[in-house]
């Protein structure tokens, strides 16, 4: 199940966005989440990742500055994303997988379209 992102938009450094992904239950309720990122010429990185029990992992890059979170009730995943900087500059991809060992993967079919984050002045 391909898993779409929503929430992009273009934000001044310093600033603030929220992403959403909304998932089947039947996804939701078993998996793990992440969100990924891929900005221009760059390979693709994890940003963070979350397990059922809310379990939470994050890239050092966006410590202190990103949240992960899932709300069970709506099956829907976010990422809030604080004090912004030009390097956060991507498409944010949200994916369902497997976590295990504190090592997050997306399953291969859960990539679907990304959201474009553009932090710039």
């Known amino acids: 199940v391909q898993l779409q992102a929503s929430g992009g938009g273009l934000v001044q450094p310093g600033g603030s966005l929220r992403l959403s992904c909304a998932a089947p239950?039947?996804?939701?309720?078993?998996?793990?989440m992440g969100w990924y990122r891929q900005a221009p010429g760059k390979q693709r990185e994890l940003v963070a990742a979350?397990?059922?029990?809310?379990?939470?992992k994050y890239a050092d890059s966006v410590k202190g500055r990103f949240t992960i979170s899932r709300d069970n009730a709506k099956n829907t995943l976010y990422l809030q994303m604080n004090s912004l900087k030009p390097e956060d500059t991507a498409v944010y991809y949200c994916?369902?997988?497997?976590?295990?060992?504190?090592?997050?993967?997306?399953?291969?079919?859960?990539w679907g379209q990304g959201t474009q984050v553009t932090v710039s002045s």
């Open positions: 239950k039947s996804i939701f309720s078993i998996n793990a």
């Open positions: 994916t369902w997988g497997y976590y295990s060992g504190g090592y997050y993967s997306a399953d291969f079919a859960s």
């Open positions: 979350i397990t059922t029990g809310g379990i939470t």
